[in-house]
Each structure stands twice: as C-alpha cells, then as structure tokens.
C-alpha cells in the first residue's frame, strides 16, 4: 500500500509530469485541446468546460511502482454553442489520440467565467433593459449584471436552453461597492448558448437603497496603532516539495487541483514505525450548495451550486504574500483553461506553510518542579475563491498529532434586497437594505484507506446508563460502536447530545493493544436544510438530507449531485447511487461528509463579513500505539528552558 506514496526523484525542468497523479501540465492541456480539436474537426462555437488529468483507476495506482508507464489521459467536457449538445471526451496524451467521444443528452456544464461576462455585457447592449434602467432613472454605466444559474423549477420553457438568470446593481462611483445596492425586481434571463437576452422580469421600481456601503481601503479611515508582526522561519519551512508531492515532518500527501473541486489532495499518509501508512486515497469538496431563503418571485431561485455549477477551482484567486498568506509560503498554481480551451494559469492559487498553533501538550509534575510543554505546529494548504459576492476559503490543516482538519473560512458580501416590508426572510443590515437568510452546505468526499483498502465504518453514541443494581449512583456512561453493513444504514445525521461520532475501521490491522486501527469523524458547526423535502432544491441537492453517506468505492461516483447539477432537475448523485443498498462492510468505502453552515445576517455582516469558521476534523482513534507526539521536541525558550 505504501508504494505509491514514493518519492520520485526527477529535474524540476522535466515538462513530462513525474508522477501518474501530478496535474495537467499547461503543455499537456494545450496538446488535449489540440487533440481532440483536430480530431473531432471542432467549429469555433465550442467551449471547453473541463479540460483536467483523467486519474489513473485507483487499482493501477495501488500497484504503481516508481518508474512504471502510466497512460497520460486527459478527460475533457465540451459544449457546442451551436446546437446546445454537450460531449464527454478522454485524450490520451500518451497516444496522442482520441479515446473516448460521448454525447451526453439532456445536461448543461457548469457555467464558466467567460460567460458571465460575455452574459453581462450581452444584457447591457439590450434595448429593452437600457429602457428598463431608464425608467429607474439609473445610469446604464454604474449598472452591474451578476449571471446565475436559474436552477430547475419545472417551469415550462426553461428545458434545453442554456439559461443565466441575473441579479442587477449599481456603483455609487466607478470604485464603489454594488452589492450593498441592488436594483431589486429586475432580472433579465439570457440565453448562454445564444448570447442574447430571452426577457426581462421586471417586478416594478424599487428604489435602489441610499448608502454605498464602501468597504475598501481608499473608502475607510484606517485605526493607526496596530504595530508590525512578523513571522519568521529563518532556516526556511520544515517541509519538501516534489513537484505536487509535499512531505511534512511525518505526513506525505499529493496536492491535485481542479477546475470543479479546486484542490484535491491525493495518498495521505503518515509515516509510523518506519513505514508510510495510508489514511486517504483521496478528498475533495464534491458539492456545496447555498440554499436561500426567501420565496418571492425574485429571490425563490437563489440555491447555488458553487461546486457543480461554477466549479471552485476555476473561480479560485491568485494570492498575495503578505496579504493573504503569512510566513514562509510555498505556492502551486493552477493550470485549466479558458472558455475557449486556451490555457490559462492562476498563479499562486494553492498556499501551503507552517503555523505555530499553541500547545500541543503540556503536563506539569509539582513536586519534581518539572514542566513538559510542547508547541503544536501545523501544515496549511489551502486556497481562496470568489463566487459573485461570496469568499470561500478552503482549508486543509495537517497536525502533528496525527489529526486532519477541514476548514471553510465564509466571507465577502451578503447576498441583498431591497427592504419593501418587515424583513421575516432576512435581516435589516442598512437602511434599505435586507440580507437574505441561507445556509451553506458543503459535501466532502472521502475515499478513505486506513492502513489499506477494505475498511469499514461504525457509529459510536455515548448513552447514560438507567440507576439499578449495577449503577446505584446514576454515574454510568458508555460509548456503544454500531457497524454500518449497507449504504442506508449509513445514511445518518448529527446528535451531538450523544457525543456522536463515525469511525472508519481497517478490521484486519490492530494496534498493539489488539484494538482495529481507526479514524474518526468528529462533527463540527452543522445544521439540516430548512427547504421542504419536496422543495425543488432538496431533489437537486438530496446529499444535504444527510450528514454521513458510505458508497462502496465506484470510480465514476464524484459528485453528490451527480456530473451535471446545473439546471438538473435532480435524483441524482448519492440518494440516486445508495438506493442500492450496497454492501460496505470491510470493502473500499468513500464515506461522505455534509455540513451545513446557517446564516441568519447579522448588521456586523455588512458591508463585508467577518470571516465565519466551519468545518470538521478527522481525528485517529487506535490507529497509533498511544500519543503520535511524543517526539515534538521541545521549544528553544527565549530565557531560561521550557521543559
Ligand atoms: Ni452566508
């Protein structure tokens, strides 16, 4: 199982990738591009979707051995503007050919940037919404058009084209603001795939509200006693980086990055004994879905799949040292295209560095006078991106202990009307103006190997014991392990009262106290959809039902709202995979994790929210011996010792 965490060792100027799991070099996606143009003879009406490394199956890569020729693929999703028809394609750029070529009827790609502002600009050339803008006595110039999906809503005329409906704004000034104004009740609906203006819903004038809500820099006098603090690592990090391949002290994993799920991290494992044991094959944000709130006609709409029908990875930011990342910062780009398959790179997209986080453990003996303290530092890799109005931060933290983190760092600008009446579906938050109550769900896909592939997984509730013989006192407590046999006895949700937990179990491997080595899933902030079970949204977004979900593993099961979200009507992904039923007891299992995050606006929300935290951890449960961190060596101590 270990080897395919080997270090590979080849020159960093090599263009030909080093390890069968390394993304799409930019050379390699403009050779798929190519490929599949000139072979499937493309007109210039296609646009490129997708355009990413088509992974290895997991059983090659189980086997791989350092050197062994692996077939370079490239999968590829296109959509021809023309006739509205979307292809499936795989490239080999092994043997420079086409491989695969598959219309899939019935489905709209993900939306992609190129569109949102060719949408824009489409909306501000139309007649009927200069005139629409006239009569709100508005300039044409300070107005700005946000495209969104329309979702599915089995309204008639809305099937089989390519549809953005967009939310409209207005800048004070050129540099100012526009969410905190919305031009509430104009909502013109385009045709993505034509460019061109459908309609117009125009619900009547709404006076757009009064305040520009500023919240950059050249707008807001600056607090002046905030001093310098530096962050220095003068021996540089204590990681190394080969190609996408990052060892840190005992971890070792693989950083992936897509258009989709933005970064993906493949083989972590964690070196124990002198040999690297594997934790997860694979993890990725599979889907998020932001359900709002509010039913009236222009807002009923608001539900989007960041995941599915934007694509994260492809809206993620380049960051900036010092900025956004402090310390000694290692930073990966990222490689995709552009609409039109022309490559495009974010640089800098992925951030990985080191953190002191406190105290890693800590026990003073009185009455020797000794005190043993050590510092926990953690590992960083994580990436930023923009969604219309929204941040998300996407955090994977490493610790020394042997624990994962995830983490979504929630912030930007609220998502806003104008306040006609008593804000029930949303919060005051300026005058005028009403932020809209929604919720944050995030599906995160698991592929967990613990210690190798057949594992199996178990809930684990603390249960208080009735008073009687055997409990006199009414002190008794127990944790009780329940083993989850098929995918819907695996469909579960939180119950914090009962210090719920999951744990993902390798039952052929113990620890040295005989116990099965084990990870497990320790809930953090979450919450249930609030939308109606028969609501539009839950058939398109069935995965938010549920915060646990264990499949078998199955190479083509992805996504939890299936391939295609954007403007699906639903049933698919994993309530559509699990009716089955499938045996997951000590098998390859991917175990699905949702959480939700609630926001009900706060006035400290606008203009711009402080960053809300939500997330989960994966903490060992008897896969080590004992404390994985005993060997932290202790701190220099600035005076006198620290232990
Ligand atoms: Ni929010």
Same mark, same amino acid.
């Given at each position: ?20 799991? =390394? ?6 996606? &403009?050779?798929?591009? &190519? ?32 050197? *062994? ?12 503007? $023309?006739?509205? &028809? ?28 190129? =569109? ?39 309204? #008639? /005329? ?25 031009? *509430? ?70 950083? /992936? ?53 934007? /694509? ?21 780009? $990222? ?31 009185? +009455? ?14 994580? !990436? ?60 995160? +896909?698991?592929?967990?190997?613990? *210690? ?16 009687? @013989? ?18 819907? =006895?695996?469909? +579960? ?6 210090? +719920? ?7 052929? @491997? ?22 109606? #079970? ?55 299992? @991917? ?20 960053? $809300? ?8 449960? /008897? !896969? !080590? ?6 060997? @932290? ?11």
């Amino acid at each position: 199982m270990t080897t395919t965490h080997d270090l590979v060792h080849v020159s960093t100027q090599s263009t030909m990738p080093r390890h069968p799991l =390394e993304p799409l070099t930019p050379e390699e996606i &403009a050779k798929a591009v &190519a490929i599949v143009r000139a072979e499937r003879n493309l007109s210039e009406q296609f646009r490129f979707p997708a355009v990413v490394l088509k992974e290895p199956p997991k059983s090659v890569m189980l086997n791989y051995q350092s050197g *062994d020729s692996v077939e370079r693929e490239a999968f590829l999703i296109l959509l021809d503007n $023309a006739t509205g &028809a979307t292809y499936e394609a795989i490239a080999s750029l092994t043997r420079n050919t086409v491989t695969s070529w598959q219309h899939i009827p019935g489905v709209q790609p993900n939306i992609m940037p190129d =569109e949102l502002s060719e949408c824009e600009a489409a909306v501000k050339a139309n007649p009927a919404f200069q005139a629409a803008i006239a009569k709100r006595n508005l300039s044409l110039d300070s107005v700005v058009v946000d495209p969104w999906a329309i979702g599915h809503f089995g309204l #008639p /005329g809305e099937d089989g084209i390519r549809l953005s409906r967009c939310l409209c704004y207005v800048r004070t000034t050129p540099n100012s603001n526009f969410y905190s104004r919305p031009i *509430d009740g104009l909502v013109p609906v385009v045709d993505l795939n034509q460019m061109q203006v459908l309609r117009i819903e125009d619900m009547g004038v709404v006076p757009v509200p009064p305040e520009p809500g500023e919240y950059a820099a050249e707008f807001i006098p600056m607090r002046t006693d905030i001093k310098p603090l530096e962050i220095t690592q003068p021996q540089g990090p204590s990681f190394e980086v080969d190609g996408h391949h990052v060892r840190w002290q005992k971890w070792q994993f693989r950083i /992936g990055f897509t258009p989709r799920e933005g970064l993906v991290l493949h083989t972590v494992g964690y070196e124990d004994q002198g040999k690297l044991r594997p934790i997860l094959y694979r993890a990725s944000l599979a889907e998020m879905v932001v359900p709002y709130g509010d039913p009236r006609p222009q807002h009923f709409r608001k539900n989007a799949f960041d995941v599915g029908e934007h /694509g994260v990875g492809v809206l993620t930011n380049s960051l900036r040292y010092g900025c956004d990342c402090l310390g000694e910062i290692r930073y990966f780009d $990222a490689a995709m295209t552009d609409s039109r398959g022309e490559v495009a790179i974010i640089e800098n997209a992925i951030c990985m560095h080191e953190e002191d986080f406190g105290v890693l453990w800590k026990h003073t003996d009185w +009455r020797l006078e000794s005190v043993e303290v050590r510092r926990s530092r953690r590992l960083v890799v994580s !990436f930023f991106c923009t969604v219309d109005n929204y941040e998300y931060g996407f955090f994977w933290y490493f610790y020394q202990d042997g624990t994962i983190q995830y983490e979504v760092k929630l912030t930007g600008i609220l998502l806003c009307g104008v306040l006609a009446d008593t804000p029930k579906y949303g919060t005051l938050v300026a005058p005028e103006v009403n932020a809209l109550n929604h919720q944050h769900f995030f599906s995160l +896909r698991l592929d967990f190997d613990i *210690d190798g592939g057949n594992n199996s997984v178990y809930e684990v509730n603390t249960e208080a014991e009735p008073m009687g @013989v055997d409990n006199p006192y009414g002190n008794a407590f127990s944790a009780t392990s329940t083993l989850f046999k098929t995918e819907l =006895e695996a469909q +579960r949700i939180i119950d914090p009262l009962a210090g +719920r937990y999951w744990k993902v179990v390798n039952p052929s @491997v113990q620890n040295r106290l005989g116990q099965p080595v084990a990870y497990k899933i320790i809930p953090g902030d979450n919450i249930l959809p609030f939308a109606h #079970p028969d609501s539009p949204i839950l058939k398109r977004a069935g995965f938010m039902t549920k915060h646990l979900w264990v499949t078998p593993y199955a190479e083509d099961e992805r996504f939890s709202a299936g391939d295609y979200p954007n403007q699906h009507p639903g049933d698919e992904g994993l309530p559509k995979w699990t009716q089955a039923n499938r045996p997951i007891e000590n098998t390859d299992v @991917v175990v699905w994790y949702t959480f939700g995050h609630h926001h009900i606006p706060r006035p400290e929300d606008y203009p711009v929210m402080p960053t $809300a935290y939500s997330g989960f951890v994966l903490k060992p449960v /008897g !896969f !080590f011996d004992a404390n994985p961190a005993l060997d @932290v060596p202790p701190s220099v101590p600035k005076q006198g010792i620290c232990h």
